[in-house]
């Protein structure tokens, strides 16, 4: 950690972020909370409703489900992901020509767009046309993410798996090419088990990436939503609605302005709310090193 | 003839065994676990290329073939999809327009984050723990909250359907982001620099742009990077701030749904395109990537 110089003139040099970010963010979240406060008819006539669309918010059981489900997703894909990628990290090689390579065949899902993500797996996991889909009816499972709520989660659990595991591999890999060969010398001087240089040489040296790495899926993940609206359309039923795509179908499609407002400040304050959460600790755990 | 030959090798083989080293079967066991490694990461590449794979065998297959039955080779292998889109200036156009705003957001986002990241990593000033933290907060924010908002706000200043509409748009999360990463970059720098720099009577500009861009070339090219990366793969918000001019590629593909049903080949070939600039991308920062990924802070 270097010495920081006090000088407030650097704010000079933070003003264009400062600008383009307010201009992208202050703005339309003002917005935001104008429509969460008001019942608009049409731009001529509108009325001041206090909190009465949080009210509804908070009490819809719609979102309840939604919510309940974000979580229980994100839980899972972070409970998969984090091992699964470790595990792959440390199988890549550090040296050489195939590092390269390997760096870059990992990497391929983490450039795709979302929605080709979405077409790759619903073309996929088709029983008809897509060799999952054919796979799994080969084996005797009756397996259609159309129809089975169970399948169609199934897919779309799959589906981030294979799309952000390369995330937390690739970070995890650059943490574990930043220790020193010294460490493993001395590892093997001692005579240490393969466990032993994991738990007490790798591990620690991974926990700064390991945190960023959590924060950036669970964030991500948090807001997913052209995958899910690709694959399944948050079918069958509700199933894989997540919280975004219920605001998108209140705002857009239904046009409930008031109340879609209201969720996205609500929305956005439980996001807020739980990486807060996340950095302080991350903050604190930093500090007492 | 064989029998005699072999006899002094296995010899001498039990021989070099016995006078092996002390920690030779720790030295085995760590070369059956690196093999054991190599296969467990070859089945993993194996497994994550897989749907890709499908994709780019489906995208030479004729609509007929695809439905016909699964294989893994097309039988009438076809450019036909693939010509479609670069016959077609509604198709390709998608490409271009993609790869413009895409480019605008990564200049835009170096330029305004470059200073600020070096505000940051070198100054202390009022507000720069909050401002730092508000500014990873717009990272977090769901783009679908956003949605409404920016349609309206670019639809009254003009700009609705305009590439610098989605590039100003992205820099909601692209912004925040590169400050992040070029920050950690940039803090690796030893301040001791800055300083023989000025006493040198370099002003800051001079300074900044002579010797320390040069310095964290690296980093600026893993920002680049991921800037691109997270500007490409966004559809969301592109489509909504987009109508015709504008329309990226990602949005376009939705038309592959017809009356006359999906044209699964059509869609393929376009989804395959898609992935190749991310990977020639890639390519390019391959040996930097592995700092980038941890956000320059390893």
Known sequence: MQIKVENNKAWFLVLPVFLIVAFSAIIPLMTVVNYSVQ?????????FVGTEWFKQVMLDSRLHEALLRQFLYSFTILAIEVPLGICVALMMPTKGRGASLALI?????????????????????????????????SIGVDYNYASDPTDAWLTVVLMDVWHWTPLIALLCYSGLRAIPEVYYQAARIDQASRWAVFRYIQLPKLTNVLIIGVLLRFMDSFMIYTEPFVLTGGG????????????????????????????????????LLVCWVFYTTIMNMQKDK | MTQPSTKPIAHAYKATKEQAPVYSRAERKLRNANLRGRFGLALYVVLLLLPIYWLVNMSFKTNTEILSGLSFFPENFTLDNYAKIFGDPTWYMGYVNSIFYVSMNMVISLLVALPAAYAFSRYKFIGDKHMFFWLLSNRMAPPAVF??????????????????????????????LAVWILEGFMSGVPREIDETAY??????????????????????????????????????LARTLTSV?????????????????????????????????????????????????????V
């Open chain 1, 39 to 47: 019942d608009i008819f049409d731009p001529y006539t509108r009325y």
């Open chain 2, 245 to 297: 001019d504008a329309k990226p590629i990602a949005a376009i593909m939705t038309r592959t749904v017809s009356a006359s049903g999906m044209d699964w080949g059509l869609l393929a070939a376009a989804g395959v395109l898609t992935i190749l600039p991310g990977m020639l991308v890639i390519y390019f920062v391959r040996n930097h990537v592995a700092k980038g990924f941890a956000l320059g802070r």
């Open chain 2, 199 to 236: 006493i040198d009577g370099y002003s800051f500009p001079k300074f900044f742009v002579r010797i320390f861009i040069p310095l964290i070339r690296s980093g600026i090219g893993v920002t680049a990077f991921f800037c691109f990366m997270f500007s490409w793969v966004e559809l969301l």
């Open chain 1, 105 to 137: 065949l990992v990497a391929i899902p983490l450039l795709i767009p979302w929605n080709v993500v979405g077409t790759i797996w619903q073309i996929f996991g088709r029983a008809d046309i897509g060799l999952f889909g054919a796979f799994m009816s």
């Open chain 2, 147 to 176: 949605l409404l908002p920016f349609f309206q706000l670019y639809s009254s200043v003009g700009l609705f359907d305009t590439h610098i509409a989605v590039a100003l748009a992205h820099c909601l999360f692209n912004v925040p």
């Open chain 1, 236 to 271: 069958p039923g509700s199933s894989t609605t997540f919280l975004s795509q219920s605001l998108v179908q209140q705002a857009i499609g239904q046009f409930d302005l008031g109340p879609a407002a209201a969720f996205s400040l609500v929305y956005f304050l439980i996001i």
